[in-house]
Nanobody
Framework: QVQLVESGGGLVQAGGSLRLSCTTS????????MGWYRQAEGKQRELVAF????????RYGDTVKGRFTISRHNAKDTVYLQMNGLEPGDTAVYYC???????????WGQGTKVIVSS
């Protein structure tokens, strides 16, 4: 039932870097936009980054623009989130989402926790 699996979370000091990975087994990865969202304790889920099926078009949340980079490797059915210059405000559970271009329901991973210490 679980079709998206995130990895790479952990504890890092402010100013450090972390790379998250998300691998999908939906078999429609090349036709899907992929994204990363995050949710901190007591706060709403927010967009981090999104990437289209080609990998050429991306979108970022304002708070991470210039610090985070989303990319994908279609042959590996994997999307990445490179996070640089991490701040305590980046502490959250990060979720991978797959949005099929054919209009199917969005598919979510279980999340990976990122803690940034000050």
């Amino acid at each position: 039932q679980v079709q998206l699996v995130e990895s790479g979370g952990g504890l890092v000091q402010a100013g450090g870097s972390l790379r998250l990975s998300c691998t999908t087994s939906t078999r429609i990865f090349s036709l899907s936009s992929m994204g990363w969202y995050r949710q901190a304790e007591g706060k709403q889920r927010e967009l981090v980054a999104f990437i289209d099926p080609s990998g050429h078009n991306t979108r970022y949340g304002d708070t991470v623009k210039g610090r985070f980079t989303i990319s994908r490797h279609n042959a590996k059915d994997t999307v990445y989130l490179q996070m640089n210059g991490l701040e305590p405000g980046d502490t959250a559970v990060y979720y991978c989402v797959e949005r099929p271009s054919m209009g199917g329901r969005n598919l979510w991973g279980q999340g990976t926790k990122v803690i940034v210490s000050s």
